[in-house]
Every structure is written in C-alpha cells, then in structure tokens.
C-alpha cells in the first residue's frame, strides 16, 4: 500500500471527541484532522507524539486531513487507521505474502454468514478445497514487544469468534487474522486483562478448528506492507 504522496507530519496537541485531534505541523500551522479511530487508542495517542496525515481533495470533507499513523517518541509506528487493516490483508493475499493462505483463486470480501447474522471479511474459495472464512482484526495494543488484542471488551469480536467456531464446526476452513500494525510488537496474545471472555473464546475456537495468525506490517510515510508472520501465543 502506498501513501501517494507520502504523509505528512505534525505534533498531537489532544485527540478529542473520539473523532478529531488537534494538532501542530513543523511550520506551526494549528490543524484540526479527522481520526479514524473510534477505540480506546491506549498509547497510540500520546500528546508530543508525531502524527502522520494524509489529504483528501474531496471539497465537501469538513476534515480534510486524516489521522494515519502515531510515531512514538520511542520511534514506533503504529497506523491508527482502522480502515487500512482490511486492505492490507487483500493486498497480502494477493500477492501471496500469507503463507497459509495462497492456492485460491478467488477472493469476495463482505460476505453475510452465521447464525448471528456477521459479514466475514473475507472469504477465499478454489475448486475442490472448502471455503476459507477469514475475520480480520487490527492490533495496535503493545506492552513493549508484547502486542494484544483487543484494547477494549469487544462484543462484537466475541461474536464473530462464535461464527468461526460454527464454520469450522461445518467442516469449511476458519481462520482469523491478526492485522499487527504497532512496529514494536514481536510477538502476540490476546488480551486476557483487558477481555477474559475473548481471550477464552479464541482459546476455544483454535481447540476447535480455528486457525488463529498474526502478521505485521512494515510502516512508514510512503506506504505499509503486510509481509511477516509472529508468534501467537494463546
């Protein structure tokens, strides 16, 4: 994924109202930006952090920068675009960068399933082989070079670990997928401190079929990639 032309940076001054953030750039312009974000963000927005924004040209944006990626002072990047995660993992699809997911030869994204009335994220087919349902969740919380998932009780993410376990059951391919978007995280977990019913259910749902991945992307002003596969410890 390149960012054409390449982010820009400023200083966080607060994030505000979930969905805006006031900042400073290098030549002291006070911009407000769009964040598109509506999590707990736990220290992905630190106030002196560097933001790096793009810039729509739509004229009816009331916003027109948008919140993309947090440098930490410690030098992480973290991409706070919630909305990257997604096509980051079609991408990496596409070009074969996920290992246990090549072989197919088609690809639909947002298809409804479950008892529970989901959309998958994606969903992978081939002739002959079961169809591979795959969730994606992005992953930003890091302890050091721990990173976890979620960084709030999600029970929506609970929901869909129920699915997975129903489509595993049903003899199709299950998978859920990691996006790590922190460059500081090396290893996964999800987190049992923040969410113990989640981190019970993913649990259950690798017992039963589920396969469970993490991949990290490599970030930068110019563009992400998600090319590297982590250890996932349960």
Not at 40 to 51: E, I, L, Q
Not at 105 to 111: I, M, T
Not at 212 to 232: D, F, Q, R
Request: aromatic share 8%; with cysteine; hydrophobic share 40%.
């Amino acid at each position: 994924m390149i960012f054409d032309p390449p982010l820009k940076p400023a200083t966080l001054i607060q994030r505000y109202k979930r969905f805006l953030a006031d900042v400073i750039t290098p030549e002291g312009e006070a911009l407000t930006i769009h964040c598109p974000n509506t999590g707990a963000m736990t220290g992905c927005a630190t106030p002196g952090d560097t933001v790096w924004y793009s810039t729509s040209q739509s004229a009816t944006r009331k916003y027109p920068h948008t919140w993309e990626i947090t440098e930490t002072r410690e030098g992480a990047f973290i991409c706070v675009n919630t909305l990257r995660a997604n096509p980051l993992v079609k991408e990496a699809i596409a070009a074969e960068r996920i290992a246990e997911l090549t072989g197919y030869s088609a690809l639909k994204g947002e298809v409804k399933y479950g008892a529970e009335g989901s959309r998958i994220d994606f969903m992978l087919q081939a002739p002959g082989r079961p169809e591979c349902y795959i969730e994606v969740k992005s992953a930003t919380l890091a302890d050091r070079d721990q990173g976890y998932f979620p960084d709030a009780v999600t029970l929506r993410g609970q929901k869909h670990l129920r699915e997975l376990i129903s489509v595993a059951a049903a003899g199709q391919r299950a998978v859920i997928l990691f996006a790590v978007l922190h460059s500081a995280i090396s290893r996964f977990s999800p987190a049992r401190h923040i969410d113990s019913k989640y981190a019970q259910l993913l649990n259950e749902a690798q017992t039963q079929g589920v396969e469970v991945l993490a991949y990290k992307a490599e970030l930068s002003a110019t563009g992400m990639t998600l090319n590297e596969s982590i250890p996932v410890l349960l």
